[in-house]
């Protein structure tokens, strides 16, 4: 089945009074939101729940049955591409009108980007057009970086299927081997394993002890003033590998 909703609401959140003002009802279950398309003939029901997850079907209106032709695969006709569309424009105009874009994937990686905007007043920057979710955090003054966050497939980290977002920061190798200790941080991806970690933003580590880290990573390169040669072998590494 496609899961339709997933292509439109990817990296944003609802913002519930631009969705009250749009309109979308409170209800017990959620705030919902009803449309007609294709001239009545059918009816577009959405509702995001009080947790921010959107469930939406398309309803035959003589019927009253889900018209689930448009979630089929192999279902290419002309009227149900046409149903298709009319779903999705209505799919766009919601993402449009009611909610935030985000950084990353994950809430808890964009509630780190905001920690560290707050505490640094550093935005993360998207450097590769190949991998538009990976964004590093720069130190301003020597231009090193200091965390980097990774959308990633999780079985390249550790076991289990599907996409996560993976912090990685710098640390010091002599206390490397301990942290591992920790449930949810990993030899780092991509980067030179003997300077870097990988942090799993999954919520298995608090955001008070992800900070803290990068505060030390921070660290690291304001005050030892490494070269820049790391960083630049790094960089190549990543953009030759996404």
């Excluded at 994937?105 to 980007?113: C, E, M, P, V, Y």
């Excluded at 394993?193 to 690291?220: F, G, T, V």
Aim: hydrophobic share 35%.
């Amino acid at each position: 089945m496609i899961d339709l909703e997933s292509r439109f609401f990817e990296r944003a959140h609802p913002d519930t009074e631009k969705m009250v003002d749009y309109g979308f009802r409170k209800t017990a279950e959620g705030y919902r939101y009803s449309v007609d398309i294709l001239d009545q003939e059918f009816l577009v029901d959405l509702l995001v729940s009080f947790s921010g997850e959107l469930q939406g079907k398309v309803i035959e209106s003589i019927t009253g049955e889900v018209y689930q032709n448009i979630r089929i695969e192999g279902m290419t006709g002309a009227f149900v591409g046409k149903v298709r569309e009319a779903y999705g424009q209505v799919l766009q105009a919601v993402r449009q009108n009611c909610y935030i874009n985000d950084d990353f994937s994950t809430a808890q990686a964009n509630r780190i980007a905001f920690l560290i905007r707050e505490k640094y007043g550093i935005r993360p920057e998207f450097l590769w057009k190949s991998a538009p979710q990976h964004g590093v955090f720069r130190n301003q003054q020597n231009q090193k970086w200091f965390g980097i966050i990774m959308h990633v497939d999780q079985g390249k980290i550790t076991v289990g299927k599907g996409k996560i977002d993976v912090l990685d920061i710098k640390v010091d190798p002599e206390s490397r081997e301990s942290l591992f200790t920790i449930d949810g941080i990993y030899p780092a991806y991509h980067l030179n394993k003997k300077y870097w970690i990988s942090i799993l933003l999954n919520e298995c580590i608090s955001d008070e002890k992800i900070m803290q880290l990068i505060e030390a990573s921070y660290r690291i390169v304001q005050g030892k003033g490494k070269k820049k040669r790391q960083d630049t072998k790094a960089k190549v590494r990543l953009k030759d590998s996404v």
